[in-house]
Each structure stands twice: as structure tokens, then as C-alpha cells.
């Protein structure tokens, strides 16, 4: 036997004034999570443009150099570096009798592009620093070796690290050259691993790696 539920008028409008309340309050709470998650994209947009709006002049040699940037004079003392605002587009470097022009690239959306204004073509590395958990070593080697590079016998492979000499470097870096990574960082629930990755002078990559692993740099220059 079906039982029929009759709602009076007022217990009808009581229902109706309870769901429209609770409507209204799931709306504000969306609401505000939609206001929350925008702030921090407009807040992270804003702090990338900032941020990739400078560039580093480096000097990492034992010498004071002196060049001049879109016409204009600089000088820097050994082991020396200096930020600028540097806009897109193209530019000329002079230095040693020798001009070069460059481009600044607007960076991507939400990346916050790290550049080097590098006179003197000295090596820099980029290096895929990997955090990880229940992983082996070779899949975290695996999975942090993005870079083509060759191996012992000069065949194709993947390396955690990208070798840099231009006269301008631009790449999205989570530290820059004077910033040191964390020992830990937060990995998400649904991932084992994450890359962050660093920018190192070459002298400074090759004491980060140890001793042992000084042999790369060399390397690297031989090649290029």
C-alpha cells in the first residue's frame, strides 16, 4: 500500500524557505571559494610578471668587467652580480669589442621566468632537483632526467641537468642562483615525486654535486 504525504501551505513554504537558505548559503560558500582561488591566481600572476620583469647581470670570474647594455655603461666587480628591470623584446650587449643581441621573452602564463645577463659566456646549469618518496633510486633518476644530453660513449640520452653559456639565459627556475633548495618540500597526496628546479653558476653546481662530480663540468665545456 502507497502512502501519501500531503504538505500544508505553511509547511510547504517552510520547506521551500529552507531550501532556498541552504541554496543561498552553498552559493556563498562556492562563492567565496571562487573569489579565494582567483585572488591567488591574479596574486601569482602579479608576483610572475614582478618577479620576470628583473634579470641578474652576473660576473662569476676573478675579474672586474665592464660592458655596456642597450647604450648603457656597467661595470662589475669579481664574483659580483646585479639586478635590473629589463623588459621584453630585443637588446644589445657590448662587451670586449664584441656586440650581441638577445630577446627577453614574455614569460608563460603563472611561470615565473628566471634571466641571466651572462658578458662573459661563462657556464651555468639548470638541475632537476627531485624530492620523492617510495620511489628506488634509479626511478627517481629516471623521472628527473628531462634534458637530452649524451652518455659515456656520446649516444643520445636524459640528464637532471642542462648546460647554459648564452650571453642571455631565460628560464622558468623554482630558485635562482642565490637561493638554496630546501632540504624537504610538500608532495601531493596523489603523486610520489616533485621536480623543483635550480640554477647554479657552473663552480657552484660542482660543489654542490661533490668532488666526485666535477668531471661533468668539464665535460660540458669541451663540447660546447
Not at 80 to 102: A, D, N, P, R
Request: aromatic letters at 12%; one cysteine or more; proline letters at 4%.
Amino acid at each position: 500500500m502507497t502512502n501519501f504525504y500531503f504538505f500544508s501551505p505553511t509547511t510547504m513554504n517552510e520547506f521551500l524557505n529552507e531550501a532556498k537558505a541552504g541554496a543561498k548559503a552553498w552559493l556563498v560558500k562556492a562563492g567565496t571559494s571562487l573569489a579565494v582561488i582567483l585572488l591567488v591566481v591574479i596574486g601569482a600572476r602579479v608576483y610572475s610578471s614582478f618577479k620576470s620583469a628583473e634579470s641578474v647581470i652576473d660576473n662569476p670570474t676573478e675579474e672586474a668587467i665592464a660592458f655596456k647594455l642597450d647604450g648603457k655603461d656597467y661595470t662589475l666587480e669579481p664574483k659580483t652580480s646585479q639586478v635590473i628591470k629589463l623588459s621584453k623584446g630585443e637588446h644589445t650587449l657590448e662587451y670586449l669589442g664584441e656586440t650581441t643581441k638577445f630577446t627577453k621573452k614574455a614569460p608563460k602564463f603563472l611561470d615565473t621566468d628566471y634571466s641571466i645577463i651572462n658578458p662573459t659566456k661563462s657556464l651555468y646549469v639548470l638541475y632537476n632537483e627531485i624530492y620523492w618518496e617510495n620511489l628506488t633510486e634509479t626511478e627517481a633518476d629516471e623521472k628527473s632526467s628531462t634534458y637530452d644530453c649524451e652518455d659515456d660513449q656520446g649516444k643520445p640520452d636524459k640528464c637532471p641537468q642542462k648546460f647554459l653559456s648564452d650571453v642571455f639565459i631565460q628560464e622558468s627556475v623554482d630558485y635562482g642562483l642565490d637561493e638554496a633548495t630546501p632540504d624537504k618540500v610538500d608532495i601531493a597526496r596523489n603523486t610520489r615525486y616533485t621536480i623543483k628546479k635550480k640554477l647554479f653558476r657552473g663552480d657552484d653546481f660542482a660543489t654542490y654535486m661533490g668532488a666526485d662530480n666535477e668531471g661533468v663540468i668539464d665535460e660540458a665545456v669541451e663540447v660546447k
